[in-house]
C-alpha cells in the first residue's frame, strides 16, 4: 500500500499526488515512470514520475484524466492509498552538459519535463523552455518550469496566455532566429527533449528535424508489466521494434514511428470508453 | 508355489483394470466458461486407480519424476485410505502438489516410466497426486481455514536469504530455506506471487485460489513476499548483500517474449501469448468490464505455436467469445510439444488445427489485423533436435481472415536484471550459466535456477532446481565454502 500524503488539482483534471514510496524515491531518477494499479481489479497503469525527495521518501506523480484508472486515482484523497506501485522502471534520461537545450512541454507533458529540464540545468546547460497547454487556465508548473529555465516561452492553442498557436510553431519560430549557419540551416541549440500528446511531439521532430536538431521523446505507449514480459509496449524506432517499457521510454524523434504509436495508443478506445461511461454511471447512482 | 501363482492371478487381474478416466467438463459447455475443465477424482475413481499399482519391487516410475517423489509408497498409503499421510508422503519432496497434479507433463515423465505403461495404460500418478492434495484443501476449507494444508506458523530466525522471482522454482527454493530456519524474502516484480503459475497457465487448467493457498501457506512458514519489487530496478542485487542478505537465489524465469520478425507483427490486434494470457489470467480481463483490464475478443483468432502456451492461448481465445481459433503449427501433431491432455482437450473444443503451415504475413486494414498469410511446409530431413525439419511449400501460400493473431512461438531470457548485475556468466543464449546440481553462478554467493537457467522447461523442474539450490544455499551458509 502506497499512501498518499498528499494531494493538489494543479488545473481543471490534472492531479498532483505525493506518495510515500521509499525505495523508488530513493533509485529515481529524472525520465523514469512507475506502474500504479489503484485497487483490487484495477489495471495497471504507468505514470512518470514528476519529482523524487530520496530524504523522506515520497514521489509526485501528476495525472492527467482521461479514463476510468486516471478518475478512480483523481477520486483518491490525501491519505488514502495507491493499491500496487512499482518502480522506478524504464531509463533515466540522458543528462550531461550538451550546451543549449530546448526543453518542451505540452499538456500534462509538462510535469515528466520538468525534473529533466531541472537536471539539465544542474548539470550546466542554457535551458530554454516551451510549454503550451489549451488555455491559460490549463497550463500547470509555469513557476516551478520557470526557476529552472534561462529562457522560458509559454503558449495556449487559444492565446489566452503567451504565444498564440502549438509549442511546435513557437519552437519553429526560435529556431528560425536562431540560426548559427544559414546555409546549413543550423541552429545555436544542441538538442531537443519534448515530452507530451503523441501528436505534439511528432509535430515537434517534423520541425526540428530540417534543423538536423538532435531530438528526445518519452513515448507514452500502452503498457502492463513494464518490465519486457509482455510487448504491449511494442513501437518502431528505425525500423526496428522497441519495447517502450525496458528500451525506453526516451528514444530519438526523428526515428519513432509515430503513426504507428498513435494507432496503437488506440487500441483499447472503444472497450476504455464503454468502462468509463459505466464508471460514471456507477458515480451518479452513488450520488 | 501356490501363493506365489495367486498373487500373479491378483496382479494380471489389476492390470486389466483400465486406467481410471478423468471427470471433465463437456466440451460444449466448457469452452464458454473459465472453470476448471477437469473436475477431478472421486474418492471411488482414486481408489480404483491406486489398485492398479502393482507396487513393483523396482519402481521405474520414481526416476520419471524430476524430484522423485516416493510414487509407490504414496499411492499405498491411497490404497489403505491414508489420504492424509499420502499427502505428505508427496510433500516429501513436492511442496506444490495440487499444482503439479494439473500441470506435469505426465505421459512424458513420472507415467512414462510406469511399467504398467509397456503392456497396458500407465498409472495415473498426476490425477492420483491432484486427488490428494485437493482433498486435503476441500477438507480445510469445509473447516473454515484459508491455508493450503496444516498452517506451520513458524518464526525463522537463522541468516536472510533472498530470492528473485515468485514462480514455482523461487517458491519451492523458499520453501526449502524456510523449513531449515532461514529468514526468507521472495522479491517478486508483478503484484502478484506465482510467476507463470498466476500470470500464464488459465483459471481452466489452473484454479488461481489453489495457487493462492499454497502461497499463503508459504506465508505461514514465515516466508516473507514482497511484491512490486523489480530487482535490477527497485533494488539492485548489490543493495540486498548490503541489506544482510547471505545467498541470493535468482529464478526469474523466461520471461521474454518472442515475435516472429514477419511483417505485420505491430499491428493492433497482434498479442503475444505473454500479454494476451497475463491481461486474461492476471488482470483478469475476461471479467472485463467488472474488472479494468481491457482484451480484443476476436472473432477469427489465429494462434501461432505448438507448445502448452498455444494451447492456452487458443482455448483462451475460445472462452473469450472466438467463433473460429486456428491453431498454426509448422510441424505435426507428433512434434507438437504441449502436453498430451491439453491437445485432447482443444481438439475436443473444437481449435482448427492447421498443421504444417506457417504465417509469412499478417495483413491489415487501418491498422488493425484483418488477414494472415500462411505457407504450407513438409517435413524434411532431422534437426539437431532429431525432430524433422520443416520446410516451406514454395507457392502455397494462401490467406485467411482473422481479427486477432496470438504469438506462442516461446520465450527467452529477461536481461533486465542480468544485464545489471557485474560479473554474472551468461551463456550464449543469454540464459545464467549456472550448475544444474547446485545452482550455483559465477559469481560468490549467488546461485539461480528454473527457466532462466534451463530455458522455458516446465513446472516440476523449475521446483527441482529451487530444491536443490536451497540445499547448496544452507551448505554454502553453513561453512562459508563456494
Ligand atoms: C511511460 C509512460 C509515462 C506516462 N506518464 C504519465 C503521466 O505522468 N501523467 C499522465 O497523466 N499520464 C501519463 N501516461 C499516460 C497514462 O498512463 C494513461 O493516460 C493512462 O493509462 C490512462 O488510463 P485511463 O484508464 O484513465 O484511460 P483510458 O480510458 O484507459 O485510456 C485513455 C488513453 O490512455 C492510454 N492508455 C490506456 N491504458 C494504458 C496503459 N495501461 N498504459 C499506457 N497508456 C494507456 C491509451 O492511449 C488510451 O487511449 C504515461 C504513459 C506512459 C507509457
Ligand atoms: C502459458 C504457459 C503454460 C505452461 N504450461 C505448463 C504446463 O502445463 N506444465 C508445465 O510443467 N509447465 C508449463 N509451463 C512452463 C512453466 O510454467 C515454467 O517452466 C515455470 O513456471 C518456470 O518457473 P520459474 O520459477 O523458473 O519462472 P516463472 O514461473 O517464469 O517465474 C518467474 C517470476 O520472476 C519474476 N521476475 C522476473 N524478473 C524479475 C525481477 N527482475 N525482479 C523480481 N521478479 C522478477 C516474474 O515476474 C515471475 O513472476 C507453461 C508456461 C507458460 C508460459
Ligand atoms: S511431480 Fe509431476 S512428475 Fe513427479 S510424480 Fe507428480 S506428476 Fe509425476
Ligand atoms: S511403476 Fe507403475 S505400477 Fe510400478 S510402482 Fe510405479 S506406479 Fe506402480
Ligand atoms: S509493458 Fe510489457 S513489455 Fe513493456
Known sequence: MFKIISKEELAPGITRFDVEAMLVARKARPGQFVIIRIREGGERIPLTIAAYDREKGIISLVSLRVGKSTALLAGLRQGDNILDLVGPLGNPSEIKNFGRVICVGGGAGIAPVLPIAGALKDAGNHVISIIGSKTEGMLILEDEMRSVSDEFYICTDDGSLGYKGFVSGLLEEYLEKNLSDVKRNKTNVDRCIAIGPAVMMASVAKVTEKYGLKTIVSLNSIMVDGTGMCGACRVEVGGKTKFVCVDGPEFDGHQVNFDLLMSRQRIYCKQEDTCYDLYKEECRHKK | ?482
Open chain 2, 1 to 482: 508355489m501356490v501363493a506365489k501363482s495367486e498373487s500373479n492371478k491378483k496382479r494380471t487381474k489389476k492390470v486389466r483394470i483400465p486406467r481410471t478416466s478423468m471427470p471433465e467438463q463437456d466440451p460444449g459447455a466448457r469452452k464458454k466458461n473459465f472453470e476448471e475443465v477437469a473436475t477431478g477424482y472421486t474418492q471411488e475413481d482414486a481408489l480404483l486407480e491406486a489398485s492398479r499399482c502393482i507396487q513393483c519391487k523396482n519402481p521405474t516410475c520414481i526416476s520419471g519424476c524430476p524430484v522423485e517423489i516416493d510414487i509407490k509408497s504414496f499411492i499405498k498409503l491411497i490404497t489403505e485410505k491414508k489420504f492424509e499421510e499420502a499427502l505428505e508422503k508427496i510433500r516429501e519432496k513436492n511442496t506444490l502438489p495440487a499444482v503439479c497434479g494439473r500441470v506435469c507433463p505426465q505421459e512424458d515423465q513420472c507415467e512414462k516410466e510406469c511399467i504398467l505403461g509397456i503392456r497396458y495404460e500407465p498409472v495415473a500418478i498426476g490425477r492420483l497426486e491432484r486427488y490428494v492434495a485437493d482433498r486435503e484443501l476441500k477438507r480445510l476449507a469445509d473447516q473454515g481455514k484459508e491455508c493450503a494444508y496444516s498452517e506451520v506458523t513458524r518464526k525463522c530466525t537463522k541468516e536472510k536469504v533472498a530470492i528473485v522471482g515468485s514462480g514455482p522454482a523461487g517458491l519451492t527454493c523458499a520453501a526449502e530455506l524456510s523449513k531449515k530456519g532461514y529468514r526468507v524474502t521472495i522479491f517478486e516484480a508483478l503484484h502478484k506471487a506465482g510467476g507463470v503459475l498466476v500470470y500464464g497457465i488459465p483459471e481452466f487448467r489452473l484454479p488461481k485460489d489453489i495457487v493462492q493457498k499454497e502461497i499463503d501457506y508459504l506465508k505461514s512458514m514465515d516466508v516473507n513476499i514482497s511484491v512490486n519489487a523489480v530487482i535490477g530496478k527497485t533494488l539492485t542485487v548489490e543493495d540486498l548483500i548490503n541489506d544482510g542478505f547471505k545467498a541470493i537465489f535468482i529464478a526469474t524465469g523466461a520471461g521474454l517474449p518472442h515475435f516472429m520478425g514477419i511483417p505485420g507483427e505491430n499491428l493492433n490486434g497482434v498479442y503475444s501469448a505473454n500479454e494476451y494470457l497475463t491481461r486474461s489470467n492476471l488482470m483478469k480481463a475476461y471479467k472485463f468490464p467488472e474488472c479494468d483490464t481491457p482484451i480484443i475478443r476476436g472473432k477469427n483468432v489465429a494462434v501461432v505455436g505448438g507448445g502448452n502456451v498455444a494451447m492456452d492461448s487458443a482455448r483462451t481465445a475460445l472462452r473469450l467469445g472466438a467463433d473460429h481459433v486456428y491453431l498454426i503449427y509448422r510441424r505435426g501433431e507428433a512434434e507438437m510439444p504441449a502436453r498430451n491432455e491439453e491437445i485432447k482437450h482443444a481438439r475436443e473444443e473444437g481449435i482448427d488445427f492447421k498443421l504444417l503451415n506457417n504465417p509469412v504475413e499478417i495483413m491489415g486494414r487501418d491498422g488493425w489485423v484483418d488477414k494472415i498469410r500462411l505457407i504450407k511446409m513438409k517435413l524434411g530431413e532431422p534437426d539437431q533436435s532429431g525432430r524433422r525439419r520443416p520446410v516451406p511449400v514454395s507457392g502455397s501460400e494462401y490467406d485467411i481472415d482473422v481479427d486477432v493473431v496470438i504469438m506462442a512461438i516461446g520465450q527467452g531470457p529477461n536481461p533486465l536484471l542480468t544485464s545489471r548485475i557485474k560479473g554474472l556468466k551468461l551463456n550464449s543464449r543469454g540464459y545464467i550459466d549456472a550448475d544444474p546440481e547446485t545452482g550455483k553462478t559465477s559469481l560468490k554467493g549467488v546461485f539461480a535456477g528454473g527457466d532462466i537457467v534451463t530455458g522455458a522447461a516446465t513446472v516440476i523442474l523449475a521446483m527441482g532446481a529451487g530444491r536443490k539450490a536451497a540445499k547448496h544455499i544452507d551448505q554454502y551458509i553453513r561453512t562459508g565454502k563456494w
